[in-house]
T-cell receptor, first 119, second 114 residues
């Protein structure tokens, strides 16, 4: 079974330029997460989707970041315009629901991440 | 708000020896899960071990085991017979039973000396 696929793996851009990251979760996983991981730090949640609905986007800087998950499958995270402080690894993860629609037991399956460098 | 604290930024262990990584957390919930995730250099993060808060027995997965002290809100990971492939960043993480949000600590870098 294919894992979580992210692209691009690496991206270098000038500040004020736009950038977009794409994620394809594991088939059948209804929950999708975007995390940002700064160098030497733990991942911080940007947004969480349950199917196509964003259920937690409180940490997403909405002035410059946007995300979408069309049809509850693939997702795109966009930054426009990028700032120097946005340099980080952007991780996508997915998880399944338990039977009965209960929240999953917490095992997230991560992609390899997209490393962004803003110059 | 729930928090996860990993106060040791780095640790080192001799190959074949045992090492313990510390984690504390803060929550007012009664139904929650705790995790240790491993992130090797330039590779994707994977789950090492999971503990349900309602279970008194400490979780074990081969060479990995936890010491879950619920009253003290402590959740440490013990790695026995350390191997070179155990070198990675390790993250402690927390999730309530009510939703799927996972909160991570800052992580600890483990190096294994041959």
């Amino acid at each position: 079974e294919a894992g979580v696929v992210q692209s691009p793996r690496y991206k270098i851009i000038e500040k004020k330029q736009p950038v977009a990251f794409w994620c394809n979760p594991i088939s059948g996983h209804n929950t999708l997460y975007w995390y940002r991981q700064n160098l030497g730090q733990g991942p911080e949640l940007l947004i969480r989707y349950e199917n196509e609905e964003a259920v937690d986007d409180s940490q997403l800087p909405k002035d410059r970041f946007s995300a979408e998950r069309l049809k509850g499958v693939d997702s795109t995270l966009k930054i426009q315009p990028a700032e120097l402080g946005d340099s980080a690894v952007y991780l996508c993860a997915s998880s399944p629901r338990r039977l009965g629609g209960l929240a999953g037991t917490g095992e997230l399956f991560f992609g390899e991440g997209s490393r962004l460098t803003v110059l | 708000a729930q928090t996860v604290t990993q106060s040791q930024p780095e640790m080192s262990v001799q190959e074949a020896e045992t090492v313990t990584l510390s984690c504390t957390y803060d929550t007012s919930e009664s139904d929650y899960y705790l995790f240790w995730y491993k992130q090797p250099p330039s590779r994707q993060m994977i789950l090492v071990i999971r503990q349900e808060a309602y279970k008194q027995q400490n979780a074990t997965e081969n060479r990995f085991s936890v010491n879950f002290q619920k009253a003290a809100k402590s959740f440490s990971l013990k790695i026995s017979d350390s191997q070179l492939g155990d070198a990675a960043m390790y993250f402690c993480a927390y999730k309530t039973g009510a939703n799927s949000k996972l909160t991570f600590g800052k992580g600890i870098t483990l190096s294994v000396r041959p």
